[in-house]
T-cell receptor, first 117, second 116 residues
Framework: GAGVSQSPRYKVAKRGQDVALRCDPISGHVSLFWYQQALGQGPEFLTYFQNEAQLDKSGLPSDRFFAERPEGSVSTLKIQRTQQEDSAVYLC???????????????FGPGTRLTVL | AQTVTQSQPEMSVQEAETVTLSCTYDTSENNYYLFWYKQPPSRQMILVIRQEAYKQQNATENRFSVNFQKAAKSFSLKISDSQLGDTAMYFCAFMKKDNYGQNFVFGPGTRLSVLP
């Protein structure tokens, strides 16, 4: 079956523009994660959804970052008034369940590389 | 909070040889998972191997094995018979077990080059 897909793969924005990054998780996956990966760094957690509920947004760096998953499948990460420090690869991952007591494998998408000029 | 450290920014190995990538972590948790992920130039993260902290036996997946030292908080990855396709960034990652969100804490990565 299809894996996690993200679009666009590359996005160039002028400073101050708003951008929207899309994630299509694997069909039926309950959990969805967004990570930010700066150049030469490991991914850092941004936010987590269980179905349509955003249960953890502790990693969002500022109130310019907003994520939604209104129907519990596709998710959009929106960044308002982009700044140069927002330049990074944004990774999405999905997981089939949300059980606390056992490991739920996460499947990653290819990422969206955002460059803010 | 948990932290993950990878002290080797870059490494290289000759094809068919063995290489070990280092990882240390800091946590006060007792129940957790540790992972090694591979990120080839195409950027899609791929799970290499996983270890549950309560299991003393080191995990093995074909040519990949780990040396898990819980007391020392060390989790190194050994790649045997290195292949050109192993060239990638390798990330060590930590995950709390009893965490509904189960998000990863990643290290900064080690860039591995396998030389022909």
């Amino acid at each position: 079956g299809a894996g996690v897909s993200q679009s666009p793969r590359y996005k160039v924005a002028k400073r101050g523009q708003d951008v929207a990054l899309r994630c299509d998780p694997i069909s039926g996956h309950v959990s969805l994660f967004w990570y930010q990966q700066a150049l030469g760094q490991g991914p850092e957690f941004l936010t987590y959804f269980q179905n349509e509920a955003q249960l953890d947004k502790s990693g969002l760096p500022s109130d310019r970052f907003f994520a939604e998953r209104p129907e519990g499948s596709v998710s959009t990460l929106k960044i308002q008034r982009t700044q140069q420090e927002d330049s990074a690869v944004y990774l999405c991952a999905s997981s089939p369940s949300a059980r606390k007591s056992s490991y739920n494998e996460q499947f990653f998408g290819p990422g969206t590389r955002l460059t803010v000029l | 909070a948990q932290t993950v450290t990878q002290s080797q920014p870059e490494m290289s190995v000759q094809e068919a040889e063995t290489v070990t990538l280092s990882c240390t972590y800091d946590t006060s948790e007792n129940n957790y998972y540790l992972f090694w992920y591979k990120q080839p130039p195409s950027r899609q993260m791929i799970l290499v191997i996983r270890q549950e902290a309560y299991k003393q036996q080191n995990a093995t997946e074909n040519r990949f094995s780990v040396n898990f030292q819980k007391a020392a908080k060390s989790f190194s990855l050994k790649i045997s018979d290195s292949q050109l396709g192993d060239t990638a960034m390798y990330f060590c990652a930590f995950m709390k077990k009893d965490n509904y969100g189960q998000n990863f804490v990643f290290g900064p990565g080690t860039r591995l080059s396998v030389l022909p």
